[in-house]
Nanobody, 128 residues
Framework: QVQLVESGGGLVQAGGSLRLSCAAS????????MSWFRQAPGKEREFVAA???????????YYADSVKGRFTISRDNAKNTVDLQMNSLKSEDTAAYYCAVLQGVSSDYWDQQGYAYWGQGTQVTVSS
């Protein structure tokens, strides 16, 4: 059974940094996509970043335009986590952040409909 648990959210001033972690258990897929999405109050959930592991071709990362150059997604094999390092935070980054896993390979990594497993979310609040 796949379980995802996010941590690392909190309150930070604009321009600051936070690091989110998604601890995954039960993920035994040889190929998968682990992603971060976020949802601000009154808005739809949106894609933030994805880490893709494909058995025959290696790893790739993808980012939403709004976070490119500021956020970095990475996998910590020792801890079995997928982390999201968030730098130069802006007030518009305020949202609940969720990690999710998509089994297999998908070119639609940005589409939340393809993800079967989700964490409970962690709140990030950026004060201006």
């Amino acid at each position: 059974q796949v379980q995802l648990v996010e941590s690392g959210g909190g309150l930070v001033q604009a321009g600051g940094s936070l690091r989110l972690s998604c601890a995954a258990s039960g993920v035994t897929f040889s190929s998968y996509v682990m992603s971060w999405f976020r949802q601000a109050p009154g808005k739809e959930r949106e894609f933030v970043a994805a880490f893709e592991l494909i058995r025959w071709s290696g790893r790739s990362t993808y980012y939403a335009d709004s976070v490119k150059g500021r956020f970095t997604i990475s996998r910590d094999n020792a801890k079995n986590t997928v982390d999201l390092q968030m730098n130069s935070l802006k007030s518009e980054d305020t949202a609940a952040y969720y990690c999710a896993v998509l089994q297999g390979v998908s070119s639609d990594y940005w589409d939340q409909q393809g993800y079967a497993y989700w964490g409970q979310g962690t709140q990030v609040t950026v004060s201006s």
